[in-house]
């Protein structure tokens, strides 16, 4: 709860320990604490003062209590243990957290420190979340009800972890199972229930039998304590009382107490006969223990939420991915300098390990056997063992959206979000990318977020038809061994596999906000019933069909919760000194900001699927384009009254023509076969600069000449290559005297700026280093702007004369970072003037407070899966 020191109360003239909280107690903390400071007894640590944010308690010299014990000792400290639990649980009070690190041995005997006030803590303050794996940790479990249970997990009573899930009321016999835990670890040294992880921990509570000190204890003892442990509350001692008379009869010394049994001679023929009769008996019982062994034991959900950290990245990748033996979180946090790379954390750990050479890292995914950690960084597909080491280089993978990682050595990746792209195979070693699936064979525009299936013959993918509208998507499945796929569910996104039960489970995905769940065949690939609503709080993003929840083996679930990230975000204009001013204030999904020529309106794409035009002057908004498809990277022709901007529907991509003030209809331009991106106008508009995306050479860039003699019916010319390569190449900007393009290239494995000549041939300039994307000129022909791979805007002074090109070196324009909704959709535009940028602001840029990034943590999950949603077998 905070620190603690030892002070003089100069009232009285006493000294007495005062514990500090960093937050204001509330009304409802201060009353029950002061019922508690009403506790009297010598073996409770009295409360004496309630202040705004601290406890002014009674001084206890002495030391933590620790085991093993002398028997006689231990008997001694547990019955005084029970003492003061009798007290406080015959005034209503129950500990909620008895453990060794509450428990003070003093001259005096056994004192009981914090009484109640988990529970007041609990009630105070909002729940800190996360796990910890020192003693005195406490787990917070917040419940849907008026009660919130808190507690050590090591020592916490099944129903207390059941609480969650039932809703049930915790009283004094809990106290009497911690006690359990407490004496066996008096006695022994040693913990009752352990674990390697916090599922295992509370797995060993729920279903381990109760440890036996037989072998260094008196029967009669061993027997109190298997008591004490018992799992149903109703089968333990009923009250401190009882267990405390027990404790002082044993201490006693008597020799009912500490005899062992063993039969006499002169009852032996008659304990025979029992003895056959008990045989047969126990025949039919074993036969029954069996059966139902093989039947799987239902578990209650338990739910905690884990801290990752103010580090932590939450954005529209995916933030965090569990182990598959459930014990280890990767996820993407800021380290050192700002950088994003991949930090692992164990769930019953609260530090993280960040990985060295995984700088700006996304979406982690694990190996099968939980050794590796495979991600994506600078254009590359790559691996690194979870204890940290080598980064290792697997393969080209530009712009990709999910991978899995096989058995077999093999893993499934959408390597590219281009429209026309599906799934590849990449050996686990490195090596090159197989196509799988190619989406133009069935109209479909993307095939992306694959999980191979147990047995690893098939794969789970989301496809959609219109790149961006992930919501009316589908959930496909490819067989490995045919190289067919055929659809399994339609609406959603993110499918994934959770194997329940032998040969079949569930198929779970999101649509909607909702996380749903319908039994699966695995034997037949198929779906079998209607799907159920499970989780309202799933946060996925229909924009990219990404879901951000994972799933172990043993069913532990973990997921960040909260709305779709479509739900977007304010566009503002900033200037060089960090300061903000809002444009569009109302928080929206907007892609790809464009300014007019005059910087009076701004052209966006809503949700990627739609173009709209904010006049700043009048504060409207005009609807472009109205039928539901890809709609994005709109470019103002040069005098403003038209726009350009890529339309797709399927695997095509079109770059289409239409009037700036919404009337008329668009107009087709070019029509390519796979994607196509429109990034800026000559100086005269008669040349559109565009990239083309192609499955041998990525990401081209050309121009597309046109004759505009009749503007509202302008005529293409052929388009002519500019830049061709084997690495991709985006967002080709003309210079304002159309004599120079900048662009961004993957050349080097990271996305770096480069100028050439138009139209060539000439020489190369690298303009950004550290990486850069997003290449802006000023109309000054001066400045060069881009965005850093940290986010900040940078510019560059430069000088051109002739055919040769000169940079200095790049300086930060401004030190805020700003929002990438995307990476490869542009998210900021200059203002005509060149002294403010319309961009996302980051939330802390705009006056917010950066957090901790939180996902919920569910264990047992698949129990409830079972009951829910069963699957028949």
Known sequence: MGEVWKARDTRID??????????????????????????????????????????????VEGSQLKGPLPIDEALRYAAQICAALDHAHKKGFTHRDLKPANIMVTKAGIK??????????????????????????????????????????????PEQLQAQANGQEIDGRSDIFSFGIVLYEMLTGKRAFEGTSPASVIAAIME??????????????????????????????????????????????????????????????????????????????????????????????????VDLGPEAVAGRRITAAISPDGRRLAFVARGAGGKEQLATRLLDQANPTFLAGTENASDPF??????????????????????????????????????????????????????????FRVAAAGGTPQTLTKPGDKNEASHRWPQILPGGEAVLFTSTTVNGAYDDGSIQVLSLKTGQWKTVQRGGYFGRYLATSNRAGQLVYVHQGTLLAVPFDLDRLEVRGTPSPLLEDVAGDPLTGGGQFDVSRNGTFVYLGGKSSAAGWPLVWLDSTGKTEPLLASPGPYFTPRLSPDGKRLAVSLSVNAIEVYDSQRGTMT??????????????????????????????????????????EPQPLLEGKTELRPYSFSPDGKRLAFGESRAETGYDLWTLPLDLSDPEHPKAGKPELFLRTMADEYEPAFSPDGRWIAY??????????????????????????????????????RELFYQAQDFRIMVVTYSAKGDSFAADKARPWAETQILAPNALYWNLDLAPDGKRFVVAPRREATGGQKGSVHVTVLLNFFDQLRRKVPTGK
Request: charged share 20%.
């Open 112 to 157: 009981l420190l914090d009484f109640g006030l988990a529970k007041l803590s609990a009630a105070a303050q909002a729940p800190k979340p996360g796990l910890s794996s020192k003693e005195d940790a406490t787990l917070t479990m917040a419940l849907t009800g008026k009660n919130e249970i808190v507690g050590t997990l090591y020592y916490m009573s």
């Open 744 to 781: 961004q290239s993957f050349a080097t494995g990271a996305s770096e700026v480069y100028v050439q000549p138009f139209p060539g041939p000439g020489g190369k300039w690298l303009i950004s280093t550290g990486g850069g994307r997003h290449p802006i000129w000023s109309r000054n022909g």
């Open 14 to 59: 006493r000294i007495v320990a005062m514990k500090f909280s960093q937050e204001k107690f509330s009304e409802r903390f201060e009353r029950e604490a002061r019922a508690i400071g009403a506790l009297s007894h010598t073996n409770i640590c009295t409360l004496y003062d309630v202040g705004p944010n601290y406890l002014v308690m009674e001084y």
């Open 623 to 664: 609807p472009l384009t109205f039928k539901p498809q890809f709609a994005l990277y709109p470019v103002w022709t040069p005098d403003g009254k038209h726009i350009v901007f890529a339309a797709a529907a399927g695997p095509t991509s079109t770059l289409q023509w239409i009037r700036s003030d919404g009337a008329g």
């Open 208 to 305: 381990r039998p109760a440890p036996s000190i037989a072998d260094i204890a008196p029967p009669a003892l061993d027997r109190l304590l298997k008591t004490c442990l018992a799992k149903d509350p109703d089968e333990r001692w009923q009250s401190a009382r009882d267990v405390k008379r027990e404790l002082e009869w044993i201490a006693s010394g008597s020799s009912e107490a500490v005899a062992r049994t063993a039969p006499s001679p002169s009852r032996f023929g008659r304990l025979t006969g029992i003895a056959a009769a008990v045989l047969a008996i126990g025949l039919v019982w074993l036969s029954w223990v069996a059966w139902r062994a093989t039947r799987p034991v239902e578990q209650p959900l338990t739910r905690f939420s």
């Open 366 to 423: 694990f190996s099968p056997d939980s050794q590796w950690i495979g991600f994506f960084a600078d254009g590359k597909m790559k691996k690194i063992p979870v204890a940290g080491g080598a980064a290792l280089t697997l393969c080209d993978a530009p712009d990709a959206r999910g991978a899995s990682w096989g058995e077999d050595g093999n893993i499934v990746v959408t390597l590219i979000a281009a429209s026309g792209t599906g799934l």
